[in-house]
């Protein structure tokens, strides 16, 4: 990890232009690449140069057996490979205990733990796609190389500066976007209105359906009895008034005579002299 946090160090130096020989000589080496893969066709190169080295080889060999009997290129060729596998392997083990970590971020940013890192990453896939529709990779390659070693040095030297612009372009883009929220919803405020009155009760029904009060974590008890008004001491003394008492349960007067007079209505003549004679024919006490 020393080793990664060394190189990482000098990464940075390099960008940082703290030892300008040796930027230098990475940019320039950096663009000679890219010129090289600009001009020269690297497939072809590669296998003409295989080829060439065979034939050569095969031919010295052949005839060096031929003429002296001995193989001249298998005698003072190499005899042993380079240890590129011992080379590289060091990278590759890191570069393999990082994987892991890579691999759990791009599935956090696929599965959209994080919405908004999900929105700027593909903002930056779908800028990097008109990039290339419209620029070639060279093209591309040649600026992130010239801006990777001019953007650092300049935001450092300038860092102040272009904090304070960038702050105050943000502070410009929001007023610029409230500004704009509040137009549109002036606008739309009667055209809403005219919806909603030509949709009627389907308007209505989503109404009601929409909690008009949400609790809030706020809405407590201790708040609620905080906005509960206290009474003084003159309006808390000891009254007595009409309400105090139970309540009397009311008599409808005009309901009650209609009853009586249902029942008079009721009873015939017949009725009543059967009556006084049942009570003429009682014994007298």
């Known amino acids: ?9 000098s990464q940075c130096d390099i960008l940082y232009w ?10 320039g080496g950096a663009l000679v690449a890219l010129l090289v893969i600009k001009k020269v066709n ?22 060096s057996k031929l003429i002296l009997n001995k193989g001249l290129v298998t005698t003072y060729g190499i005899k042993e ?9 060091p990278y590759i083990d890191e570069a393999l205990k990082q994987l892991p970590v890579y691999q759990a971020k791009f ?21 990097a ?13 040649l600026v992130s ?13 300038y860092q102040k500066e272009i904090d304070a612009a960038v702050e105050q372009g943000v502070s410009v883009a929001k007023t610029k976007s409230s500004e704009y929220q509040k137009l549109v919803q002036e606008k739309a405020t009667p055209y809403v209105k005219q919806l909603d009155e030509k949709l009627g009760p389907v308007s209505g029904f989503v109404k009601s359906k929409i909690p008009q009060s949400r609790v809030t974590p706020e809405s407590t008890t201790a708040k609620l009895a905080a906005d509960v008004p206290l009474e003084s001491n003159e309006q808390s ?34 009725d009543l002299k059967q009556e006084i004679e049942n009570n003429k024919a009682l014994p007298a006490l």
Request: glycine letters at 4%.
């Open 237 to 270: 003394t000891a009254t007595t008034s009409g309400a105090s008492f139970p309540s009397v349960p009311k008599t409808d007067l005009k309901q009650s005579v209609q009853d009586v007079q249902d029942k008079v209505d009721d009873l015939s003549v017949d």
């Open 107 to 127: 599935r956090k940013l696929v599965f959209a733990s994080s919405p908004e890192c999900s929105f700027k990453a593909a903002g930056v896939v779908y800028i």
């Open 42 to 63: 690297l497939i072809s190169l590669f296998l003409k140069l295989l080829y060439t080295v065979l034939f050569a080889t095969a031919s010295v060999e052949f005839l």
């Open 129 to 141: 796609h008109k990039l290339i529709s419209f620029l070639s990779l060279w093209t591309i390659a």
């Open 81 to 89: 490979c380079p240890d590129i596998a011992g080379t590289i392997k």
């Open 18 to 27: 703290k030892n300008p020989v040796e930027t230098g000589k990475v940019l």
């Open 1 to 9: 990890m020393s080793g990664v946090k060394v190189s990482e160090k």
């Open 145 to 157: 190389t010239l801006a990777t070693f001019s953007v650092p040095i300049l935001y450092k030297t």
